[in-house]
């Protein structure tokens, strides 16, 4: 069934979007990813525009991390002090991200520069993510327990919070930092950047994997409803038609996504999110490495 | 039947005042608008129509060329160049106008058709269609090429050549498939006559596209009141992210 969306002004299959919105919502749920860096991507592979798919990716992540987060509260993983001082520095970033994503687009080298960071920023989480697991899961075998470090640099800083949920009594300046940095990419990459976030707080403020996952929902809602608003204001680009269907697939599927995500162990998720993550690092890559086999490419209006 | 109906009725039509050719164009259309309404999928629009003419026939072979030419947008052609091992945008041309959309349907093989000077003088072909002016680099020919190669690839541009059907030098009618990634607009079509590639006569329309009902509501919304259309975009998002966890809830404690 085909249905014309009236902003990217193309026909595209409904079951189509259905199901890609549901393939990214299953993903959702299980990692605590809002699955704008596989999302995007895919639109633009089925002939989206890409600002259209930009922004309404970032719709689209909205619905789908709303639906996810319902679950993890119900299931009391969500610390929300910690979500709330992340995302104060993540509104930050992203108004940062804006102004630099305009900058670099009076460059003219935009498009290139958003898929270098996709595959620095993928390569290098994605890899420290597959080692740190494979690690985990070997030590878990021999039965050993897995430690984490007490005590780093991260505990001597002042402003100490403490956060019942998370376990953790340390300084706010470390969290805050991790927001704005993720909110700074996340405005370049039009990604939620769940995929950022998630390792940031398991590696860099030592919060226990089932409490991350949640909390990473709830600050991507606020950060890609702050995208989606700023697309819909200045570009016109946000496809409601589009982001409906996407949103019917994505909801159902994080659903699902959430229920095959507490049956599995924490570093079982991990690993497959990182197999994932360098999956795509390793797609855009070659794109930029290999010959096109079209030199030329079109962009509407004159810039 | 319907088309022979209607092409009677046109018929019928006193003629208009027009120059003094010896061969008029008298046109019927399928359809003078095309509707995108949610269920868009392209559309076929049939052109028919007759030739009148007050003279006795000529020696020489009637062709007809018929074209559609979409709204023109200005659009950046931008070239990959590879730096470092890396391919990146190195060189860019702006082409001021270039339509949209571009069909020309021809009762005869191009070279037969028409000559070159009398496609300049009526800008017929894709390549006449296509305003370029202060080109930053070279060889911005290049770049007009690998705009039509691009457009023509995804069904923008299209050259059909022997498609209209001309029948005793009197009757026509081709059929022109429009694809589903139409941009709003006029349309405009054009009907030229030519005999030893020399254009006889020409006759000229609009077909109007434009978006329906829901598309239309969408589309003028979000350029209206684009902060209540996000917000709207949100509330819906965040709606449907909460229907869903509590129909998933409801299904499961069930």
């Known amino acids: ?303 | 039947m319907r088309r022979v109906l209607a092409l009677l009725a046109l018929l019928a039509l006193p003629p208009q005042a027009k120059d003094a050719a010896a061969e008029e164009v008298v046109l019927g259309l399928s359809q003078d608008s095309v509707n995108i309404s949610t269920d868009f999928d392209g559309s076929d629009i049939l052109i028919f129509g007759a030739i009148k003419r007050e003279t006795a026939l000529e020696a020489d072979p009637l062709q007809v060329i018929v074209t559609i030419e979409g709204p023109d947008l200005p659009v950046t052609v931008r070239r990959k160049e590879r730096v470092f091992g890396i391919w990146m945008n190195t060189a860019k041309v702006v082409v001021d106008a270039a339509p949209t959309f571009y069909a020309i349907a021809t009762s005869a093989p191009w070279r037969e058709a028409i000559t070159d000077t009398e496609d300049l003088r009526h800008r017929v072909s894709i390549r006449r269609a296509i305003r370029s002016v202060g080109a930053e680099v070279m060889d911005s020919q290049n770049f007009s090429q690998a705009l039509i190669r691009i457009r023509k690839d995804s069904g923008s541009y299209m050259l059909l050549e022997n498609a209209v059907t001309l029948r005793e030098e009197t009757l026509f009618d081709t059929r022109i498939s429009m694809p589903a990634n139409l941009t709003e607009g006029a349309y405009a079509t054009r009907i030229f006559l030519t005999r030893n590639g020399r254009v006889v006569s020409q006759y000229a329309t609009v077909i109007n596209v434009r978006k329906v009902g829901l598309e239309r509501w969408l589309y003028g919304l979000s350029r209206a009141e684009p902060l209540l259309y996000g917000l709207m975009s949100i509330a819906l998002a965040i709606a449907a992210g909460w229907g869903a966890s509590a129909a998933f809830r409801a299904v499961r404690s069930s």
């Open chain 1, 1 to 303: 069934m085909q249905i014309y969306l009236p902003i990217s002004e193309v026909a595209v299959n409904a079951f189509l979007l259905l199901g890609l919105g549901g393939l990214v919502g299953v993903l959702s749920g299980m990692f605590g990813v809002g699955g704008g860096f596989l999302l995007t991507p895919l639109l633009f592979f089925i002939g989206i525009p890409p600002s259209v798919a930009v922004a309404t990716g970032a719709n689209q992540i909205v619905a789908a991390s709303f639906s996810g987060l319902l679950a993890h509260l119900r299931r009391k993983t969500v610390d929300l002090r910690m979500g709330t001082v992340l995302l104060s520095g993540g509104l930050v970033g992203a108004a940062i991200g804006v102004w630099l994503f305009n900058y670099l687009k009076t460059l003219g080298q935009v498009d290139l520069m958003v898929r270098l960071c996709y595959v620095l920023f993928l390569g290098v989480v994605g890899g420290l993510m597959f080692v740190e697991s494979l690690n985990a899961l070997r030590k878990a075998r021999r039965g050993a327990p897995s430690k984490r470090k007490k005590h780093t640099w991260v505990h001597a800083l002042p402003l100490k919070m403490r956060f019942r949920t998370s376990g953790l009594y340390i300084s706010v300046i470390p969290p805050v930092l991790v927001g704005c940095a993720v909110g700074v990419l996340s405005a370049i990459m039009g990604v939620g950047g769940g995929f950022i976030m998630v390792p940031a707080m398991i590696y860099l403020l030592g919060m226990p994997t089932k409490v991350v996952v949640g909390t990473s929902l709830f600050q991507i809602i606020f950060v890609a409803g702050f995208t989606t608003l700023l697309h819909a204001t200045t570009n016109y680009t946000v496809d409601v038609m589009l982001a409906v269907l996407l949103i019917l697939g994505g909801v159902i599927g994080a659903q699902f996504g959430t229920a095959i995500g507490t049956k599995m162990k924490a570093e079982q998720l991990r690993i497959l999110l990182a197999g994932l993550v360098l999956l795509v690092c390793a797609k855009i890559a070659l794109e930029l490495l290999l010959t096109p086999s079209e030199v030329y490419s079109l962009t509407p209006g004159a810039e």
